[in-house]
């Protein structure tokens, strides 16, 4: 699946050009049947050029049927819709921001964007690294609209925002910008299952060279730790510093139990975890720095994110912990709390 999409501005189209613009058009009438002729909004920007696809307001969202639908720059195409020309600079040099953001199915028979704004304003931050133009209004707004459009109540969102074309070199102030909204109805991360930990050979990046933002060039980073881990058969790798403080897991951040005393694992190479912040608000937790002596000591040790939820360890490296209450018993109010089950937790969920 395609996720990267890009059009690019064409004035007038050659003969060949008019080839992929038909294929284009064949497309658009197989992922978006449920079209209105009230006509484009004024959020096309550069994609209606080509005529390859077509926006949507609020009120005439189309439903996917067969492939989930991408929304990008306004406008929605398939998901795997082959857009992407191979000078891309994010491709090239992973300049793109992107967040893991989760919907769930709500008590109500709705369903709902856990800590949406949190999310928005933290891809913000991302965005400003690279001096992309990022609206969180308009990318809150994409985000429903694309649940909407595909029928998805739980859900992982991906958003990503990124840097075009307009040159091969380092200088991004003369690149186009973009950005996209996936919805997947499937868990990618862990997904709350007990997990096999091992120590990474590898570092986390420090903040002092990278700031812990979800950048996308940074996971380079985590996939060759996780990579390395499943290659002697764990499930998820840790990362240590040079003095033998925990930072976190490739994709997850760290908690662990002692004589019924939680502590979130505090590390300035860490990312500021949106689900760490709610695990610490639900659970009284303490946050300080914590050394790999104190974890494998540990009661317990779980990691959270917004894939991974609350997931017990259930192995770190030679070091196997057995039942896990107070892990099971903040996972269940966790869930409770996404699902919106717990009213004073109501302004964590935006409604879909």
């Not at 008019?18 to 992922?31: F, T």
């Not at 800590?115 to 429903?144: S, V």
């Amino acid at each position: 699946m395609h996720l990267s999409t890009e059009i690019l501005e064409q004035p007038a189209a050659t003969p060949t050009q008019h080839a992929g613009l038909a294929a284009a058009a064949v497309r658009e009438r197989s992922y978006a049947p449920a079209r209105s002729d009230r006509g484009e909004t004024s959020e096309n920007h550069d994609s209606t050029a080509s005529g390859r696809s077509k926006s949507y307001d609020r009120g005439e969202v189309p439903i996917a049927v067969d492939q989930p639908l991408v929304w990008f720059d306004g406008n929605f195409i398939a998901g795997d819709a082959p857009e992407a020309p191979l000078t891309t600079h994010a491709m090239h040099y992973g300049t793109a921001v992107f967040e893991g953001i989760r919907s769930y199915a709500t008590a109500d028979g709705g369903a709902a964007v856990f800590r949406l704004p949190e999310h928005m304003q933290r891809m913000r931050k991302g965005a400003d690294m690279f001096g992309i133009d990022f609206d969180i209004e308009r990318a809150t707004q994409a985000t429903l609209a694309t649940l909407r459009a595909n029928g998805h109540r739980d859900a992982y969102i991906r958003p990503l925002t990124w840097m075009g074309t307009g040159t091969i070199g380092l200088d991004v102030d003369p690149l186009t910008q973009h950005l996209m909204i996936a919805t997947l109805a499937k868990v990618v991360h862990l997904g709350g299952a007990r997990t096999r930990l091992t120590v990474s050979p590898w570092k986390r990046n420090p903040a002092t060279s990278m700031p812990p933002l979800k950048l996308s060039g940074a996971y380079v980073n985590s996939i060759l730790a996780k990579r390395e881990a499943k290659q002697r058969g764990f499930d998820e790798a840790l990362f240590t510093d040079d003095k033998g403080y925990v930072v976190e897991c490739t994709g997850a951040n760290v908690f662990m139990v002692k004589n019924s005393v939680i502590t979130s694992v505090d590390h300035r190479d860490a990312l500021p975890g949106i689900t760490r912040d709610t695990m610490i608000e639900l659970s009284g937790a303490e946050s300080r720095e914590v050394t790999l002596h104190e974890l494998l000591d540990a009661d317990e040790v779980f990691v959270c994110g917004t894939a991974a939820e609350a997931t017990a360890i259930a192995v770190l490296d030679r070091r196997e912990f057995g039942d896990n209450p107070v892990t099971r018993e903040l996972a269940a109010l966790y869930a409770r709390v996404v699902r919106g089950h717990e009213s004073r937790y109501a302004s964590w969920l935006t409604p879909v």
